[in-house]
């Protein structure tokens, strides 16, 4: 007697459905290990953001104190200028007035 042939894939289908339960955790640890991938991915990119925004921060923070001492160094130039004008009685020449040295 001859057994009924029956096609591979067809074998192999019916080997699964039989083990369904092993197939369905089987394509929950693959889902579950794409998710963990994908969560670490996400993380270090935020991460690098995160360091980038604190190296912005700085160089910003380093301008603003920059920023104030140049502030100071004009309120100071201009506290001169009118000491020189009020008190001194001192004015800027007119251009016409200007002499320029020019040294060899």
Avoid: C, F, G
């Avoid at 969560?39 to 380093?62: A, F, G, M, N, Y």
């Avoid at 140049?70 to 200028?81: G, P, V």
Wanted: aromatic residues 4%; glycine residues 0%.
């Amino acid at each position: 007697m001859s057994k009924p042939s029956l096609s591979l894939p067809r074998i192999v289908l019916h080997d699964l459905w039989q083990h369904k339960w092993i197939l369905l955790l089987a394509l929950l640890v693959l889902s579950n290990a794409v998710a963990v991938v994908y969560t670490s991915h996400v993380s270090r990119k935020l991460t690098t953001e995160w360091d980038q925004l604190l190296q912005e921060r700085d160089r910003l923070d380093i301008e603003w104190r920059n920023l104030l001492l140049e502030e100071q160094s004009q309120t100071e130039h201009s506290r001169i200028t009118r000491i020189a004008s009020k008190d001194l009685n001192m004015s800027r020449p007119l251009p016409s007035e200007e002499i320029v040295v020019k040294v060899p």
